[in-house]
Every structure is written in structure tokens, then in C-alpha cells.
């Protein structure tokens, strides 16, 4: 089993940026894709950014070019970094793993999922 925990969320403004954490335990996550995701209230959650255990990366169209997703392989982490944020950023984010090595945008394909943390943006 493994388990995570996101942290880094909270209340900004249009313009500021954030990082997101997502901290693994119970098992190593080296080999795991692993994938951000959001939900805004009232919508379905929808895919952010992926990355495969070996640095690749994937993004949807609305956040690319300002959203980053790292991992650090050591810590047993993954980051999220956020910028120029927009209302429309406005969610709950959460960060999920597969133990299948390739990244998918799909939100079947991960079986490991946070609690979330939210991100709101005033204008």
C-alpha cells in the first residue's frame, strides 16, 4: 500500500505562484507514475500533469507552460510548482500513483490518491 499526503495549498491571488508536495510512504515510489490532478466544486476531476518514474512529463493544455511536476525519487516526493495562477485554478488538488510504469491522463489508471489540498484564487 502506499499512501500520500499533499501539503502546500491556500488562499492566493491571481498572479502568485505555488508549490504543491505530495509525500509517499509505505513503499518506495521509484518506479511509480505518478499524476497530479484537480476538482473544481461542481465539476469532474480532471488531469494536470503526469510524470513517469524516469523524468517524462505530460500536461494538460490548460496548465502547460505554467505548471511544473517534479519528483524527487530520494524523498520519496513529488512537487507540483504553480505559476502565474488564475482563478479558474481554483480546486481541490491531489496527487496520485500507479505502479504501472507508464503515465496515463486517465483517473482509473492511478490507484494510490491524497486527500487533496485546496487552491484558491481571489482576482
Known amino acids: 500500500q502506499v499512501q500520500l499526503v499533499e501539503s502546500g495549498g491556500g488562499l492566493v491571488q491571481a498572479g502568485d505562484s505555488l508549490r504543491l508536495s505530495c509525500a509517499a510512504s509505505?513503499?518506495?515510489?521509484?518506479?511509480?507514475?505518478m499524476g497530479w490532478f484537480r476538482q473544481a466544486p461542481g465539476k469532474e476531476r480532471e488531469f494536470v500533469a503526469a510524470?513517469?518514474?524516469?523524468?517524462?512529463?505530460d500536461y494538460a493544455d490548460a496548465v502547460k507552460g505554467r505548471f511544473t511536476i517534479s519528483r524527487d525519487n530520494a524523498k520519496n516526493t513529488l512537487y507540483l510548482e504553480i505559476n502565474s495562477l488564475k482563478p479558474e485554478d481554483t480546486a481541490v488538488y491531489y496527487c496520485?500513483?500507479?505502479?504501472?510504469?507508464?503515465?496515463?491522463?486517465?483517473?482509473?489508471?492511478?490507484?494510490?490518491w491524497g486527500q487533496g489540498t485546496q487552491v484558491t484564487v481571489s482576482s
Open positions: 496520485a500513483a500507479r505502479s504501472a510504469p507508464p503515465m496515463t491522463r486517465r483517473t482509473a489508471g492511478y490507484t494510490y
Open positions: 509505505g513503499r518506495t515510489i521509484n518506479s511509480y507514475a
Open positions: 510524470i513517469t518514474y524516469s523524468g517524462n512529463t
